[in-house]
């Protein structure tokens, strides 16, 4: 599995755990709001539990000292503000998102779930404000969780995007239940923690907000006693939102990825192993007030540094500060401000671009031909970072097509013309999603990476991509002269990284110098050539160092004032099997790595295999005029 795909699995179920999590204490409130006296004093003291559960307090003072503020816009922001990235609908938006990179990794009916409360979250906002209509507005959410949890449960075999998505749950419910248990003990006037009758609605929110007051009541007598509510939701193994649980949860679902790591972590074991220490020494009927809120706020941190260390062990990718955003967030909360920052910053790495492709292939015949067959590779693909949305082909003279997929995982469409003709159009159009991907640059080469590259597990797997053909052969005169500049290939990305800085450096960029025939062997000499040439070179280079380099056909977007150039009619670049990443993109004509403007058509060894269109005909010869539009069309 790819890195970003069980980075958005990872932050898909947190963000909906979020987003459940802050429905419930939302609706706890306005509960409370009803149940209790209207008096001025308890209402701003239940506002600031609240925001600190749900917020900031600089949030809440910043909204209420807006001009003509009013309650409702309190509740708005924490529900349905774009502004807020925590709220609802923000949390709901972002793991949506994230549910479009990993789609093809969790059932269809969990993503459709997704949408339509997507979709849900989106038109609540068009509602006239009420207390009814948000109070229906939070139940759903509420639903809509307990029914992704069950599709989780019931539908998802015990792999890695099971226990990547369950991480994430777990992480972020105990963090959360640390967090409502610091505010409420600090917002309560016992400091020994004693039962008193002022602080019965305190303790019935903590445990209302963590959906455990019938459960509580099932095990313990009906008084809202602190310690016992305090040991209820903490150190609790059976109920699944204590802390405890969370945590024993986490570490079981660690071991189970033992076998699939890419990188083996002592750090995180060691930090398991450490916060289970400070539970077995932890007495909570032996713990006053601060000194409780100490031990959970040392607890959220120990949760945000396993949260973190997880992440690197597993190539998750980095949160950036941004606000914002999908590839989508990571969290990180201090004593003072609830931030999420690889929240935003995953929202927006995540955040898809939209592409559309038009493009045309127009055959004029000398003469009169017929018993025309054709195959074309014109369908884009659909993986971890691209989605097709929509695909037409129009064929004329009309022909039908029939599709099957190749030895290397392309989609080939092939058609069949008895009439006589002396004209054939071709014309697909398509639209495509493309995520946001993580430098390649950024890849930390471990050494057990490195071991599974020398690996004969490795290399046999991916023999098809270490041989090379003859497109792509070159002599070792030639690759003597690349290792005299750029030196021995120790570290396999930083070589190819390098490899294709020498390429971009060394070659010239010219349409007339060669054909769609021309072999590395002769464009190495010639220094210069299209990017098919320039990507055959790299190939041939690359596997000589057994490196898996596979070659890639697709479409370049070029915007207004980009320096990136590339055929007219298509472009190609280079994919490098990484271990414990996958294939990523390397585009030595540009000397840029392959993002969000590379849209990917299809793969193979060299040129021969991704041919866009190949066929054969009875009849004189031809003359071929192509056409390629790439426009953006959603950022």
Known sequence: MLSRVADSLYWMSRNFERAEQNARILDVHLTQMVETSSDESFKQTQW????????????????KNKKNSKEEDLIFYLALSHENPNSVFNCVRIARENARVCRDHIPNELFEV????????KDAQNIPYSLQNMRLFLSQIKK???TIQGIIESNMSRGIAYHMMKIGNWLERAEKTARILNVVCEHTSEAELSYKRDEYYAWLSALRMLNGYEAYLKVNRPKMDPRTILAFLIVDETFPRSIHYNM?????????????????SEKLHYLLQRLHQDFDEMTIQELDSEEMMEFLNRFQNQCNEIGQTFSETYYLIEPVSTSST??????TQSDNHWMSGSQVSNNEKASSLKYKIEHTNIFDYETMVDQSMNSIRLKPRTDECQRLLSYRAEINPVALTKEHVDIWGNTVESFFIADHHRHLEVKTTSIVSIQRSPWVHRIDYSPEMYAIFHSNLFRSHYLAYLSNTAYTYLT???IEKV????????NPVKYSIDLMGYLFNHFTYDGSSTTVTTKAIESFDLKKGVCQDISHV??????????????????????????????????AWVEVMVPGIGWVGLDPTNNVEALENHIRVGVGRDYNDVSPVQGVYRGGSHSLDVKVSVSLIEQ
């Open 248 to 264: 024993n949860s986490v570490q079981n679902a660690i071991d189970n990825l033992g076998g699939h790591k890419a990188k083996h």
């Open 48 to 63: 600031k539990l609240l925001y600190e559960a749900c917020s900031t307090l600089d949030e809440l003072e910043a909204l």
């Open 114 to 121: 997704w949408n339509d409360v997507f979709l849900y979250t």
């Open 476 to 478: 070792p005169e030639q």
């Open 538 to 571: 790299m190939l041939g280079v690359l596997r000589t160092k057994n490196i898996p380099a596979r070659y890639v056909s697709g479409y370049l977007y070029v915007g207004e004032n980009s320096a990136l150039v590339g055929d007219a009619a298509s472009h």
């Open 144 to 146: 809509a969780s307990f």
């Open 326 to 331: 999908l590839h989508i967030q990571v969290q």
């Open 483 to 490: 290792d005299n500049e750029i030196g021995e290939m120790v």
